[in-house]
């Protein structure tokens, strides 16, 4: 000691080396403390995400988490972190700090490196959690030294009302929809294929096996009939799925065929191609261009394009058919498929009208005993 009590340059020297070693010593007793866990909340605000289809423009997301982590080997610890002076809070925070760097990253490549939709990246949670901590523990472990207990995301939030996430949506839904439908033609393309060659097998096997004109006829008509209804079946299931894609509402997609099976049961095979040519082709469209619209009916009726003296278009279960002759309207009263109550319609009638209020179709029903009041109009079955 020097003279009169003082301390020398190298004592005060020494005694500040010393508080310096029992700083460190104090701090790294404090981390020592963590060997029992320590967890630290994580909270990262808002930061733009793009999906690989619509990089122009980012959606805001944000994620919360927590780590629990502990110092198991301390001699690591001191090794790995000699140069740094840590307190338990500056400690706290650098990990923080680099948690919330690995974690956005993970985040931000999700859409591209997971195939992790955007639209869907908040009902992900588990998946992008396991990405996490796949990716984001053994950085960590190795660069501070610690042992990683848990690595958990909580919650992962959207902002909806960004100009990014409306463009996504939009486009997303246009995909899909695009999606769909093209897997329903290649449905459709292979269905018809597959028709095609079981028509062909069934014609051969009709030919070498059926005896007689009028059985293979027979055959090849209901062979028809069957190939109408599969078809009508397709284009209602097709027309079903693009009216829900679309968002649109619903749009008329069940086609009426049921006119045809009811005509060949009661053997009029004749009239069921008539009814077939009017129901389940393209004929029927352009016969009915130009009708006004039938009261409860979807779909804009059409006119035929060519007139005969006395036709009427038949209202069917919401659906037009026809036109109809005087001979067949007579066959289909008496089959009760017309009544006075069913909706009819003429080239120069301005509205569909019920063929009891017609005076023209008044003999058809000379016979026949009015509808009860209060009783809906029949309609032929589909």
């Given at each position: 000691m020097g003279f009169f009590g003082f301390k020398n340059r190298r004592e005060v020297e020494e005694e500040k080396q010393q508080a310096v070693e029992q700083t460190i010593r104090n701090n790294y007793m404090s981390l020592s403390n963590i060997s029992k866990g320590s967890q630290?909340?994580?909270?990262?605000?808002?930061?733009?995400?793009?999906?690989?289809?619509?990089?122009?423009?980012?959606?805001?997301?944000?994620?919360?988490?927590?780590?629990?982590?502990?110092?198991?080997?301390?001699?690591?610890?001191?090794?790995?972190?000699?140069?740094?002076?840590?307190?338990?809070?500056?400690?706290?925070?650098?990990?923080?700090?680099?948690?919330?760097k690995y974690v956005k990253g993970v985040v931000t490549n999700a859409p591209t490196d997971a195939q992790i939709p955007l639209v869907q990246i908040e009902r992900k949670i588990l998946e992008i959690s396991e990405l996490v901590q796949n990716y984001v523990t053994p950085k960590v472990e190795k660069l501070f030294g610690i042992t990683v207990r848990n690595l958990d995301i909580t919650s992962i939030n959207v902002d909806k009302d960004s100009r990014g996430y409306r463009e996504l949506k939009a486009l997303t839904a246009e995909l899909e929809k695009e999606n769909v439908l093209a897997k329903h033609k290649a449905t459709l393309s292979n269905f018809n294929l597959q028709n095609d060659l079981n028509q062909d097998a069934l014609r051969r096997q009709q030919e070498m096996n059926l005896s007689g004109q009028e059985q293979l006829q027979q055959m090849q008509l209901d062979n028809q009939r069957e190939t109408m209804r599969i078809q009508r079946e397709e284009m209602q299931r097709a027309s079903r799925l693009q009216t829900e894609q679309t968002f649109l509402g619903a749009h008329q997609a069940n086609l009426n065929a049921g006119m045809v099976n009811n005509a060949t049961d009661n053997g009029l095979d004749a009239f069921s191609n008539k009814i077939g040519s009017h129901v389940g082709s393209p004929l029927n469209q352009n016969s009915l261009a130009g009708a006004p619209q039938m009261p409860g009916m979807n779909g804009m009726p059409q006119m035929p394009q060519q007139q005969p003296a006395v036709q009427y278009m038949v209202g069917v279960?919401?659906?037009?058919?026809?036109?109809?002759?005087?001979?067949?309207?007579?066959?289909?009263?008496?089959?009760?498929?017309?009544?006075?109550?069913?909706?009819?319609?003429?080239?120069?009638m301005a509205q569909w009208a019920s063929a009891g209020q017609v005076a023209e179709l008044a003999p058809l029903f000379q016979n026949q005993a009015p509808g009860m009041p209060g009783v809906p109009p029949v309609m032929p079955s589909m």
């Open positions: 630290i909340n994580i909270a990262i605000p808002y930061f733009d995400v793009f999906d690989p289809r619509l990089a122009d423009y980012g959606v805001p997301v944000s994620v919360h988490g927590t780590i629990v982590y502990s110092i198991d080997d301390m001699d690591l610890f001191n090794q790995v972190n000699k140069t740094e002076q840590f307190t338990d809070e500056t400690f706290k925070n650098k990990l923080r700090s680099t948690v919330t279960n919401g659906q037009q058919a026809g036109p109809f002759n005087w001979q067949q309207l007579q066959q289909l009263v008496q089959q009760g498929q017309l009544t006075q109550q069913t909706y009819v319609w003429k080239q120069g």
